[in-house]
């Protein structure tokens, strides 16, 4: 496999100054504040050759509180989506959205490049029914899958430790009406399984949306415990993943950062990226600019990242 890129994105999970209503305290996450050296909060840049945090604008230019629909395709697309709307967008893509979806997504992106790609979480058949009859709308990544005709993972899937589930530990399968029984696993063992998937691919993408629903319920004790186990995650995934694979992390905007209110936030968004990819991606500084990066990053005839030849951005 040549270099690859594991993204983890994470709904609802901004960046903001230390305090009472923020759950990243020092050493709940001891794995990334080692990296960091501090926790990951409001403030901080760094530029190294394997390792870089950039603080991202979630709002674009765009009045008002960033929401997921407008947000995640600008991610997932390179365009201003807010901008083209003229304003912010929740929850689930509106007609033009798809559109746009349709058309710009990354994965159709990449595989102009050259770059294999697939979305790492696994779909239950009761999804698909729910879908088929309209009572539950497509997310902006599920859009990007249906756009490039790539296949879903399932049930199935994760049952051999070939997908990982939205919530990362599998509890929330509980809530779900199953023929099956699934048993809640740790962090770290669903990390081993996105490091086995993400090892036959360019490109593989795990969405997490816990924290906007932990954000939006205010919960001080959810938030601490999701933010042990993402640690736990990204250790695991680090250790597991071969030099060739970059890791990056961010999201739509911010939330959970800040358990005061309840709503979404105007903080800005991290970008965290681990590896190879991290000259990458200095001076990005909004979510609608990291598509660009990430596609610059891939050969079309190797599928591998650009030699040094090509126009980069690396650390002083």
């Known amino acids: 496999m040549n270099q690859a890129v594991i993204f983890i994105f994470l709904d609802g999970f901004g960046l903001a100054e230390a305090g009472p209503s923020n759950p990243n305290l020092p050493h709940t996450m001891p794995f990334l504040e080692s990296l960091l050296g501090r926790p990951l ?3 901080q840049r760094i530029y190294k050759d394997l390792l870089l945090l950039e603080e991202l604008d979630s709002c674009m230019g ?3 509180l960033p929401q997921s629909a407008t947000g995640q395709t600008a991610i997932f697309t390179g365009i201003n989506a807010a ?3 003229g304003y912010h967008c929740p929850a689930f893509p509106n ?3 798809v559109d746009l979806i349709k058309k710009h997504n990354i994965y159709q992106a990449l595989r102009q490049r050259g770059a294999s790609s697939v979305f ?3 779909y239950s058949p009761l999804y698909f029914q729910l879908a088929k009859t309209k009572k539950r709308r497509h997310s902006v990544t599920t859009h990007c899958v249906l756009g490039a005709g790539l296949p879903f993972l399932t049930l199935e899937d994760l049952k051999l430790g070939q997908a990982v589930f939205w919530d990362i530990t599998r509890e929330a399968l509980a809530l779900y009406p199953l023929n099956e029984h ?3 696993i740790a962090a770290s063992e669903a990390a081993q399984h996105l490091a086995f998937l993400a090892r036959q691919y360019n490109f593989t993408l795990f969405e997490c949306f816990m924290p906007d629903l932990i954000g939006h319920k205010k919960e001080m004790r959810l938030a601490i415990a999701f933010l042990k186990k993402l640690d736990d995650f990204l250790k695991t995934l680090a250790s597991e993943t ?3 694979h970059s890791i990056i992390l961010t999201s739509d905007h911010g939330n959970m950062e800040d358990l005061s209110h309840g709503t979404h936030t105007l903080n800005p968004v991290p970008l965290l990226v681990l590896g190879k ?3 990458f991606f200095r001076g990005v500084e909004s979510i609608d600019q990291i598509a660009g990066c990430l596609i610059t990053l891939f050969n079309k005839k190797k599928g591998c990242f650009f030699e040094k030849s090509q126009p980069l951005h690396f650390p002083c």
Request: net charge positive; no cysteine; glycine share 8%.
């Open 242 to 244: 071969s030099p060739t």
């Open 41 to 43: 909060v409001k403030g």
């Open 62 to 64: 765009v009045p008002g």
């Open 120 to 122: 790492a979480n696994a």
């Open 182 to 184: 699934f048993e809640p």
């Open 95 to 97: 007609v033009k959205l």
């Open 277 to 279: 990819a991290a000259p």
């Open 83 to 85: 901008k083209v709307l």
